[in-house]
């Protein structure tokens, strides 16, 4: 039997898994760097913090998880022509001993048995609209376009700064980073604005780590985001998290397989829902893997970290990706 980290290379480098993949077990996280402890500190559902880019941050009861306040008051960037005098980019200089707390724990992953990962969120995307707002940011792209390319730059520079960080410090295996960029229908932006804006960080940001010994990396996007798998592979992005059912996955894996894997088809909007039940889940999952098939596809929910909403759910999902391994494989 293959380890979890064997069947996961077999499976997007389309050589012969011996089952699914079952949803994250294939990569371990390594949580606890001084970042990670200052941006989301102890937020709790029912809380709210304010994140050290000055983002405040709420996490109602009843909801999938926690987003930026945007009215008038809570808005960090107000004017997108003054970002710089509204923005303080926040300090990566944290003393040594910040970054050795998380050392037990990546040191402490069995590398043979599952890829050690560090989990980033919001991404670059997601950043500019944390800032101002998405119609603030829309309309920003569009009216400010020299500005919102200073802003990204600004995020970029930020983001390298931190990647070298956590190379240094905890030579991960594979990256998962967030940045959603689209809802279920459409992208946020154009794919010629996204290739404007977006692509240019992102080539830059996922090729230092390509360079600095990171052998995945996982982008999570739970949306529409087929028009931009080409752009995707161009970033060296190996696994495109999150693809939603809207993406026509299976037709993903016919035309890209191979240069880009899929993880996820199996929407929590449809499973992960107050009134699931375990036929729901096992009907759900089984077209899912008789569809995608067995090689660059990975079943899993389209949440951007193991777990669900309502409890059960994962859990389910994961018992139903069981059974197909066994009918399938």
Not at 188 to 210: A, C, D, H, T, V
Not at 211 to 225: M, R
Not at 241 to 254: A, F, K, M, S
């Amino acid at each position: 039997m293959l380890t979890k980290r064997q069947n996961f290379t077999e499976t997007i480098r389309g050589g012969k898994p011996d089952r699914f993949v079952d949803q994250y077990e294939a990569l371990g996280f390594i949580f606890g760097n001084p970042v990670q402890n200052n941006r989301r500190g102890a937020l709790e559902i029912g809380g709210e913090i304010v994140d050290p880019w000055g983002v405040t941050i709420r996490f109602p009861p009843g909801t999938p998880g926690p987003f930026p306040v945007h009215d008038d008051e809570h808005k960090v960037i107000k004017d997108i022509t003054k970002w710089r005098e509204q923005l303080k980019i926040p300090s990566l200089d944290f003393p040594q001993a910040a970054w050795d707390a998380a050392k037990p724990a990546a040191e402490a992953i069995d590398r043979n048995e599952v890829f050690a990962a560090i989990m980033l969120a919001p991404g670059v995307f997601d950043m500019t609209h944390y800032l101002m707002g998405m119609e603030d940011a829309l309309i920003a792209y569009y009216e400010e376009p020299e500005a919102m390319h200073e802003l990204i730059d600004a995020i970029t520079d930020y983001e390298l700064r931190y990647a070298k960080l956590l190379c240094d410090n905890y030579h991960p295996d594979a990256i998962f980073h967030h940045d959603d960029w689209g809802s279920h229908r459409s992208t946020f932006l154009s794919p010629e604005m996204f290739r404007e804006f977006i692509f240019p960080s992102y080539r830059k940001i996922y090729g230092y780590y390509k360079d600095h010994g990171v052998e995945l990396i996982f982008h999570h996007s739970d949306s529409y985001a087929a028009t931009l798998i080409e752009d995707m592979i161009d970033m060296q992005i190996d696994v495109f998290q999150g693809c939603v059912d809207t993406n026509n996955v299976p037709e993903l894996i016919r035309k890209y397989g191979g240069k880009i894997s899929f993880m996820g088809a199996i929407n929590n909007g449809i499973v992960d829902v107050p009134d699931w039940t375990p036929k729901l889940i096992s009907d759900t999952v089984e077209q899912v893997c008789r569809d995608c098939g067995r090689h660059y596809f990975i079943p899993c929910c389209t949440a951007g970290g193991p777990g669900s909403a309502y409890p059960g759910v994962y859990e389910a999902v994961s018992s139903e990706i069981a059974r197909m391994s066994a009918e399938l494989f």
